[in-house]
């Protein structure tokens, strides 16, 4: 039998789990000896009442103020507005609410906001090396309000680009903020906020969660904590994601809610993240159009597990066990293509797009691009070892996902 070696090193934030667990807020923020929290969202959820009523209520006079201009592109220009914001206000911790944009924009506020670097040299580093810098010293501390499904909460790193429009950047740049420090401090995840958010904005953010236990099982650098929580949470997001479909009375939100948490607990640690394979395609494909991550997750994951399954084991028997699949009835190539089937009837059950032809913005001669980003991303890396990927097979997965 092989050996197995590893390191696991990962301190996640305080999580809370429940109906209206915002209500403990201004506790909370008093543990963390922070007395004025300024809320970062976008403007649909700062416009929302049923969303920022019970946060305001819950912080009470906690709350600093509100900066609702996040976006789903994620600038720098964004960061830069909401850190002079946070400055303003005197705050002294960021509360992100929404999704993963939000929760990302919210991470770069924090570590603008800390240091004492001017906006023009953060730009430079950014555009230089694609990262954000983070300061020395402690940041603002972060409290996260998920109210999608994506699964960017328990996570030090966070995506954040640059455009040549806004005068910061001579070319685009696409590319992140990472450091221990940017663990939220507490993670709040509230039925109640949940089921205020459009079904259809909960569907697509699922598959690309869902996608997170997926890849951290056959991730290269993988462990056995991240394998367990892994399964437990596919298991249980195979189960209840379906009742998305549904009308919102019968959504299955505890097991939603319990199975996001687990599939993203111990992928983004300090020495990298088990993100891998579909992830970078859908990196390649969100680059080269307007297609929302998790729609383009919902075309390609399954052709590239076909590819995976076809060239290496990709775990396909801890995927097999989280979806119940009997593996003393199938042979090894069958289980591929079992596991293949039940991903397929997750993404078909959350009425998601199935073909890259569908999409507006991509063209069949596009393809080529696509993966040439793809084989690029450093997600790439994370593939298992016997995976030999290349652009051509890349194409490949891309043609058959047309």
């Known amino acids: 039998m092989d050996e197995r070696s590893y390191r696991f090193e990962y ?14 807020l201004s506790g909370d923020l008093a543990r963390l000896d922070c007395e004025r929290a300024m809320v970062v969202c976008g403007q649909t959820v700062g416009s929302t009442a049923a969303v920022m009523d019970p946060i305001a209520d819950g912080l009470g006079d906690r709350l600093a103020g509100v900066f609702d201009e996040t976006t789903p592109d994620k600038r720098l220009e964004t960061v830069f507005a909401g850190a002079r914001r946070a400055d303003e206000l005197d705050a002294d911790a960021i509360v992100a609410v929404g999704g993963g944009s939000s929760l990302d924009v919210a991470k770069g ?31 603002l501390p972060i409290v996260a309000i998920p109210t999608t499904l994506a699964g960017a909460d328990l996570s030090i790193l966070g995506g954040i680009t640059a455009s040549p429009a806004n005068g910061l950047v001579e070319e685009p740049v696409g590319g992140g903020i990472m450091d221990p420090q940017l ?50 949470g596919l298991s249980l997001l195979w189960d209840a994601l379906p009742t998305l479909s549904d009308e919102r009375e019968s959504w299955d939100s505890s097991d939603i809610l319990e199975g996001i948490i ?17 992830h970078a395609f859908g ?24 590819y995976l399954f076809e060239h290496a084991d990709g775990r396909r028997e801890l995927l097999a066990d989280a979806f119940d699949i009997d593996t003393d009835e199938h042979s090894h190539d069958e289980l ?19 073909q890259l032809r569908g999409v507006e913005d991509i063209q069949r001669e596009d393809l080529e691009a696509i993966a040439e980003t793809t084989m690029h991303d450093s997600l790439m890396g994370n593939c298992p070892p016997d995976l030999d990927a290349s652009e051509e097979a890349l194409v490949g997965v891309l043609e058959s996902a047309w």
Request: glycine fraction near 10%.
């Open 262 to 278: 687990l599939v993203q607990y111990g992928i983004s640690q300090p020495s990298g993240t088990t993100l891998s394979l579909i």
């Open 336 to 354: 591929g293509d079992a596991i293949v089937s039940e991903v397929e009837g997750v993404r078909n059950a959350l009425e998601l797009p199935t």
């Open 183 to 232: 663990m939220p401090e507490l993670l709040c995840y509230d039925h109640a906020l949940l089921e205020t958010t459009p079904r259809e904005i909960l569907q697509a953010s699922a598959m690309n969660g869902f996608d997170k236990g997926i890849e951290s099982l056959y991730a290269a650098n993988g462990t056995p904590v991240t394998d367990a929580a892994a399964v437990r």
């Open 11 to 24: 301190d996640p934030g305080t999580i809370r789990q429940g109906r209206n667990c915002v209500g403990s």
């Open 109 to 139: 506020i924090s570590a603008v906001a800390s240091g004492d670097t001017d906006e023009q040299t953060i730009a430079e580093q950014f555009e230089a090396g694609g990262l954000v810098p983070v300061p020395d010293g402690e940041l």
């Open 283 to 306: 990196h390649g494909l969100t680059a080269h159009s307007d297609i929302q991550q998790g729609a383009a997750h919902a075309i390609v994951a399954p052709k590239a597990l076909e």
